[in-house]
């Protein structure tokens, strides 16, 4: 598949689990994203990567813990998060970091958490 | 920092009628203007575009138009068609390498048969 794949589509867990999102692009880009969308709020940037270096931490959490093996992969792990984190979240790939830069957003995760 | 209001949130147009959705920035510094469209279940694709060094760019049916003054940018579509049905969400940027995307909280836009 072209583009960027994420999965699951859907993930349902308890506030005391540990689970994890994954995010894959094939587009030769040097730079992945998460973002977070809730309802009627605007998309939230989480963290980014640039060539596997983490650029960017938006004042996230520590129960969400990124990872960025190479610059193709990027994971989202999940630990005792709350109802609150309920939300779809995306990933996102772009040629570089840079304001001006097209994204190109994955399908996304739906989170449900328990 | 930058801030991005959007308006309306929804937007309910009958179908062949025109639709407008206006955002405004605080950053006098921005100067690049995306537009994303999100489908129903799908995920958020970039539609049109727009830099500080024009006023108006066209795609088809679609344009955005850019007030630097003001500080506002909106979104046009003409001729709807029920395809047009989504969310649409704009955004500001410095086009500059360090700096990053910041979204509204989107229009969500329906088009009646």
């Known amino acids: 598949e072209t583009g960027v794949t994420q999965t699951p589509r859907h993930l349902v867990m308890g506030m005391t689990n540990k689970k994890s999102l994954k995010c894959e692009q094939h587009?030769?880009?040097?730079?992945m994203y998460w973002y977070k969308q809730s309802a009627k709020k605007p998309l939230e940037l989480m963290f980014v990567?640039?060539?596997?270096?983490?650029?960017e931490n938006n004042s996230v959490p520590s129960r969400f813990s990124p990872e960025c093996p190479n610059s193709s992969h990027l994971f989202l792990h999940l630990h005792t998060l709350q109802p609150e984190d309920s939300a779809l979240y995306l990933c996102?790939?772009?040629?570089?970091?840079?304001?001006?830069?097209?994204?190109?957003f994955g399908s996304g995760t739906q989170l449900s958490v328990l | 920092g930058e801030n991005v209001e959007q308006h309306p949130s929804t937007l309910s147009v009958q179908e062949g009628d025109s639709a407008v959705i206006k955002c405004t920035y605080s950053?006098?510094?921005?100067?690049?203007f995306p537009w994303y469209k999100q489908e129903l279940g799908k995920r958020p694709q970039l539609i049109i575009d727009?830099?500080?060094?024009?006023g108006e760019k066209k795609d088809q049916r679609i344009a955005v138009t850019l007030n630097k003054t003001a500080k506002h940018f909106s979104l046009h579509i003409t001729e709807t068609q029920p395809e047009d049905s989504a969310v649409y969400f704009c955004?500001?940027?410095?086009?500059?390498?360090?700096?990053?995307?910041?979204f509204g909280k989107g229009t969500r836009l329906h088009i009646l048969p």
């Open positions: 996102a790939s772009s040629q570089e970091v840079g304001g001006d830069e097209k994204l190109f």
């Open positions: 587009l030769g880009h040097n730079a």
């Open positions: 990567y640039n060539f596997k270096e983490q650029t």
């Open positions: 950053d006098s510094a921005s100067n690049y």
């Open positions: 727009i830099r500080s060094n024009v």
């Open positions: 955004a500001a940027a410095r086009a500059h390498r360090d700096d990053k995307i910041i």
